[in-house]
């Protein structure tokens, strides 16, 4: 049986990470290989209530990240229907590459450590094309903000999936994972953005000639600001909701989206339906990428089969008595992100590993946060926040590997040594 499903996961993986070659949709091949994993395990096993009762615990599990996940997307949906990215697009006037560069990437870093690193990138993108005319310059801004999303991400409990599954998990806490990994997320950008600057020195900045509107929707300023720092406020206050309420995150979520809802449905009382309809939750609901949701399901319902077949409990003790070193283990754990999802990548490391040996805020999870966020930007095919930046500008495969690859791996390893030394020195 566990060679069976050994095999099962590897195909639907090879699947996953192939998804654009195939022209098969992720979430398809993550739902497959869940449905397959857990009724062979259920009919090997023969023994129903252990089978149903974990799969509830998964269950359970899987749908917290699910329910953060979805009430944060609709929550930037929001604030982007009422175009209030506008609060930050309309405040950066530079006529250098270079300092425009620098400015980009420091807004990317800590704006996805608010947001997310998806959603920071489809946002900066959207935003350099209303600043840069020429589509050489974008597609190089496009592989820095990839990187600095992702490190953002990468240090704050809210900015990344993984770093979002291991807060949810309790492998991390919020102030500890901030404190540790901010230094080494923020070399991992500043090294590549250096390079590139000097790259781009003394360049101007080419702007278009015409901006259009993001939604040909027009809101008053009253309605942008306020969407935008409630959005904001929502996703920030969830942390501290968490530390004083012990439930959660997902709640916090929801109840800050209840919050927003409401106040979007009072400021929008008076208006015509075909006025509001394009503003309200109901819209934005309508909007996020449901698709994304059901991956994260599929890959996460698969990965919780190898675990309650302690699959990943044996690859753990191999790799110990194999490679020995927890740092080294960790830093290959990011280099394989780069070459596929770094979601099913930390899911998996969660089970090899079990909080009773590792507990809360220790070194072997701290790392894991800032690998997998970071190492995910080594290839354009190892983030979300790649993914996304390679359908919006069209860059390519090999563009990225000649021109952004090389910066993202010296970035990478630049950060885990600071680490490494930082950890040596408070611990």
């Known amino acids: 049986m566990l060679t069976v499903l050994i095999v099962i996961f590897v195909i639907a993986y090879a699947a996953i990470a192939l998804e654009h070659p195939l022209k098969i949709n992720k979430s398809a091949s993550a739902l497959i290989g869940a449905g ?13 209530p252990l089978v149903s009762h974990q799969l509830g615990e998964s269950l359970m599990a899987t749908a917290q990240i699910v329910f953060f996940l979805m009430g944060a997307m609709t929550i930037v949906e929001v604030v982007d229907a009422h175009n209030g990215f506008e609060v930050i697009t309309t405040r950066i006037k530079t006529t250098k590459l270079s300092s425009l560069m620098w400015l980009v990437g420091f807004v ?26 020429q589509h050489d310059d974008r597609l190089f801004f496009a592989g820095i903000i990839v990187i600095a999303a992702n490190a953002g991400g990468a240090w704050s409990p809210i900015g990344d999936v993984t770093t979002t599954m291991l807060w949810i998990g309790g492998q991390i806490t919020s102030l500890a994972i901030m404190k540790a990994v901010l230094l080494p997320a923020l070399v ?8 590139t600057a000097y790259v781009l020195r003394g360049r101007d900045v080419v702007s278009p000639q015409h901006v259009d509107s993001d939604h040909g929707l027009q809101t008053t300023a009253f309605e942008r600001n306020l969407m935008f ?4 406020g929502v996703l920030v206050a969830v942390p501290a909701f968490k530390t004083i309420t012990h439930l959660p995150p997902f709640m916090g979520v929801m109840f800050g989206l209840g919050i927003l809802w409401l106040v979007g449905d009072l400021v929008h009382r008076h208006k015509e339906d075909y006025a509001k309809q394009h503003l309200t939750l109901a819209h934005a609901l309508s909007k996020i990428d449901m698709s994304s949701l059901v991956f994260f399901i599929g890959i996460l319902l698969a ?25 080294i283990i960790v830093m290959i754990i990011g280099l394989v992100s780069a070459i596929v999802d770094n979601v099913p990548l930390v899911a998996a490391s969660m089970g090899m590993y079990s909080l009773t040996d590792y507990p809360p805020d220790h070194f072997l999870w701290e790392f ?15 983030s979300a926040a790649g993914v996304a930046a390679m359908g919006l500008e069209k860059i390519h495969f090999f563009w990225y590997v000649k021109k952004i690859s090389g910066l993202a791996l010296v970035g990478y390893f630049a950060g885990a040594g600071v680490y490494l030394v930082q950890y040596q020195l408070t611990h």
């Not at 720092?229 to 904001?232: D, E, R, S, V, W």
């Not at 800032?370 to 095919?381: E, P, R």
């Open 303 to 327: 990965v919780a089969t190898l675990e309650h077949t302690h699959i990943l409990t044996s690859l753990a003790q191999w790799l110990d008595k194999t490679v020995g070193r927890q740092d």
């Open 108 to 133: 990317t870093f800590f704006l996805s450590s608010i947001l997310d690193n998806l959603t920071t990138t489809i946002v900066m993108i959207s935003l350099m094309r209303k600043l840069l005319d």
């Open 188 to 195: 991992s950008m500043i090294v590549p953005l250096a390079i």
């Open 36 to 48: 397959l994993l857990w009724t062979i395990y259920a009919v090997s096993t023969g023994d129903a």
């Open 229 to 232: 720092f409630m959005g904001l």
């Open 368 to 382: 894991l946060a800032y690998c997998a966020g970071t190492g995910g930007s080594i290839l354009i095919i190892g």
